[in-house]
């Protein structure tokens, strides 16, 4: 018998996996699919945030100026 060739994920992989499968299980509850209780939430609340980092909103700046920034996203028109 020809010796298999296995295909260990790595720590970083698995750590992805996880991560999505508790986003799955959230995706679900929102959608009405599965129901979870209140602590079933937080506890994937506080997983995620230890997985995923959290949006912030930023503020551009001329340092110039004290007035926030203008940033002009346009397309190209070939």
């Known amino acids: ?3 298999r060739k296995q295909n260990w994920h790595t720590e970083e992989t698995r750590q ?3 991560t999505s499968q508790l986003i799955n299980r ?3 509850h929102a959608e009405g699919k ?3 209780s209140q ?3 937080q506890a994937i609340k506080i997983l995620l ?3 995923l980092p959290d ?3 930023i503020a551009l700046t001329d340092p110039s100026h004290s007035a ?3 940033l002009v996203v346009e397309w190209i028109k070939e």
Do not use: E, H, N, R
């Open 26 to 28: 959230l995706m679900s």
């Open 34 to 36: 599965v129901d979870l």
């Open 68 to 70: 926030p920034a203008k």
């Open 39 to 41: 602590t079933q939430i």
């Open 49 to 51: 945030g230890k997985s």
């Open 1 to 3: 018998m020809a010796a």
């Open 55 to 57: 949006l912030q909103s």
């Open 16 to 18: 992805k996996i996880q």
